[in-house]
Antibody, heavy 120, light 109 residues
Framework: EVQLVESGGGLVQPGGSLRLSCAAS????????MSWVRQAPGKGLEWVSV???????YYADSVKGRFTISRDNSKNTLYLQMNSLRAEDTAVYYC??????????????WGKGTTVTVSS | DIQMTQSPSSLSASVGDRVTITCRAS??????LNWYQQKPGKAPKLLIY???SLQSGVPSRFSGSGSGTDFTLTISSLQPEDFATYYC???????????FGPGTKVDIK
């Protein structure tokens, strides 16, 4: 079964750091594009970052320079290192498999999400 | 950056109704448009990709159309399990900026 399971969320003070993990099963993370998407409480969806199968990474302007997406091929796991956290980073963070090609791009498998709360 | 809008922001409908949701992009995005369904406390679920392709396992009462800047999601006969929030998302931008629309909440009349 194709599945994604996020972990690592929690309560962190402003300016702090947190690393989220997303363990995949049923497919290989390194052979796919993988994205992070977040959802602030009561708000809509916001794309955060993507890592391509070749290793290229891209970020939303709101997190560029503070967040880093990476993967561990041996563990088949995706990560999101979040530094210099702000209150506005408070959200549920989802990882998703990204099926971007030349002619299309969509996220077809999603994890259940992990909650990050940034507060003093 | 490409901006996405949706209308209406919410709607009330009855089981069996035909429901149409509109999504508009601030510039042409060809057919790089996807639709997701999200229920409270759950992850989004892909319904339609590339504007009109039905994701595997999604009921045929869901359909998508459009290209360029204007797109629609249609539910031909609303079922109880369809009450949810629906988001459109563009995947046209390079480098990637996969912008979502603000969502349309469909609830019971």
């Amino acid at each position: 079964e194709v599945q994604l399971v996020e972990s690592g969320g929690g309560l962190v003070q402003p300016g702090g750091s947190l690393r989220l993990s997303c363990a995949a099963s049923g497919f290989t993370v390194s052979s796919n594009y993988m994205s992070w998407v977040r959802q602030a409480p009561g708000k809509g969806l916001e794309w955060v970052s993507v890592i391509y199968s070749g290793g290229s990474t891209y970020y939303a302007d709101s997190v560029k320079g503070r967040f880093t997406i990476s993967r561990d091929n041996s563990k088949n796991t995706l990560y999101l290192q979040m530094n210099s956290l702000r209150a506005e980073d408070t959200a549920v963070y989802y990882c998703a498999r990204d099926r971007t090609t030349v002619t299309t791009g969509y996220m077809d498998v999603w994890g259940k999400g992990t909650t990050v709360t940034v507060s003093s | 950056d490409i901006q996405m809008t949706q209308s209406p922001s919410s709607l009330s409908a009855s089981v069996g109704d035909r429901v149409t949701i509109t999504c508009r992009a601030s510039q042409s995005i060809s057919s790089y448009l996807n639709w997701y369904q999200q229920k409270p406390g759950k992850a989004p679920k892909l319904l339609i990709y590339a504007a009109s392709s039905l994701q595997s396992g999604v009921p045929s009462r869901f359909s998508g159309s459009g290209s360029g800047t204007d797109f629609t999601l249609t539910i031909s006969s609303l079922q109880p399990e369809d009450f949810a929030t629906y988001y459109c998302q563009q995947s046209y931008s390079t480098p990637p900026r996969f912008t979502f629309g603000p969502g349309t909440k469909v609830d019971i009349k």
